[in-house]
């Protein structure tokens, strides 16, 4: 078991470009989670699938964010418009089920937009 | 205001010495925990869930639940070098949308050789 894969590891984009984020979960795992990470923010939660479907986006800036997971094996985060403040890392998880289910994270995406 | 407040916000403990970390909710409808651990350039990995008051104890690894007070916390005995991470306090809710886990801003461990 390979664990959560995120792709790429760094990313480095120019204001207003556009990123993609790559996630591939753990086999077997109904749930999938975005998180972002920054120092003065630390873990903020942004959306999550259940069995591919979007169930919770709370956390999610409105305008340029976007998460799709089009199949079991896999969900993209879409940041259009890239602007400095997206600088983070950020965090895919899955896990097994709901309530009371551990989340397994994988090593995340370092965006740095320049 | 964070929903999930962690002290201190760092700490530094000599090998083989105790490490204790705290964190307390202000959202009565949190009900799960867990405390989770971050190495640098790593995600974020399981150390252990507590979802009933008292003590749970996983080798080196104690948490302690006190629903009434919304406190939990971490003990580490016999800290070694490896354990020197960021630890994040984690909730969940008892109802509703139960999926996603809210976290506490963490504390710096650093364990001295």
């Known amino acids: 078991n390979a664990g959560v894969i995120q792709t790429p590891r760094h990313k480095v984009t120019g204001k207003g470009q556009e990123a993609t984020l790559w996630c591939e979960p753990i086999?077997?795992?109904?749930?999938v989670f975005w998180y972002r990470q920054t120092i003065v923010q630390g873990l903020e939660f942004l959306t999550y699938?259940?069995?591919?479907?979007?169930?919770?986006d709370s956390g999610m800036p409105k305008e340029r964010f976007s998460a799709q997971m089009p199949n079991q094996s896999h969900s993209t985060l879409k940041i259009q418009s890239t602007q400095p403040q997206d600088s983070a890392v950020y965090l895919c998880a899955s896990s097994l089920d709901l309530q009371q289910n551990t989340l397994y994270f994988g090593a995340g995406t370092r965006l740095s937009v320049l | 205001q964070q929903k999930v407040q962690q002290s201190p916000e760092s700490l530094s403990v000599p090998e083989g010495g105790m490490a204790s970390l705290n964190c307390t909710s202000s959202?009565?409808?949190?009900?799960y925990f867990w405390w989770y651990r971050q190495h640098s350039g790593e995600g974020p990995k399981a150390l252990m869930s507590i979802f009933s008051d008292g003590d749970k104890k996983e080798g080196r690894f104690t948490a302690h639940l006190n629903k009434a007070s919304l406190h939990v916390s971490l003990h580490i005995r016999d800290s070694q070098p490896s354990d020197s991470a960021l630890y994040f306090c984690?909730?969940?809710?008892?109802?509703?949308?139960?999926?996603?886990?809210?976290f506490g801003l963490g504390t710096t461990l650093q364990v001295q050789p």
């Open positions: 086999s077997g795992h109904s749930a």
């Open positions: 984690a909730a969940s809710f008892i109802t509703g949308n139960t999926g996603k886990l809210i």
């Open positions: 959202d009565r409808n949190f009900q």
């Open positions: 699938f259940r069995n591919q479907a979007p169930i919770d």
